[in-house]
């Protein structure tokens, strides 16, 4: 049973960081490509970044693009999505999952229950 849970949420100022993780379990973590989205209140989901299985290689939505790094560790089954220079606009919440040819379509048919993040002050 794949299971994807997301944590580090919060609220945060203008400008501030936040560091998000995704605990992955139920499938083989290492062979898959991992992607995060985020849906804002009122809009629809929307994909901001990919990583191929090995880390390596990385991609961004232009919304999010040198303000936030994605990175994985295999050992710990975890996904990450370091968030820097927040903005009110990336007031969402936010989901992994595992991907594949395409990176906003979860492999497994669903992404995780999403961690919440508000940008405010």
């Known amino acids: 049973q794949v299971q994807l849970v997301e944590s580090g949420g919060g609220l945060a100022q203008p400008g501030g960081s936040l560091r998000l993780s995704c605990a992955a379990s139920?499938?083989?973590?290492?062979?898959?490509?991992m992607s995060w989205a985020r849906q804002a209140p009122g809009k629809g989901l929307e994909w901001i970044s990919g990583?191929?299985?090995?880390?390596?290689?990385?991609y961004y939505a232009s919304s999010v693009k040198g303000r936030f790094t994605i990175s994985r560790d295999n050992a710990k089954n975890t996904l990450y999505l370091q968030m820097n220079g927040l903005k009110a606009d990336d007031t969402a919440l936010y989901y992994c999952?595992?991907?594949?040819?395409?990176?906003?379509?979860?492999?497994?048919?669903?992404w995780g229950q999403g961690t919440q993040v508000t940008v405010s002050s």
């Open positions: 990583i191929y299985s090995d880390g390596i290689n990385t």
């Open positions: 139920g499938f083989t973590f290492s062979q898959y490509a």
């Open positions: 999952a595992p991907v594949g040819s395409n990176w906003s379509v979860p492999l497994f048919g669903s």
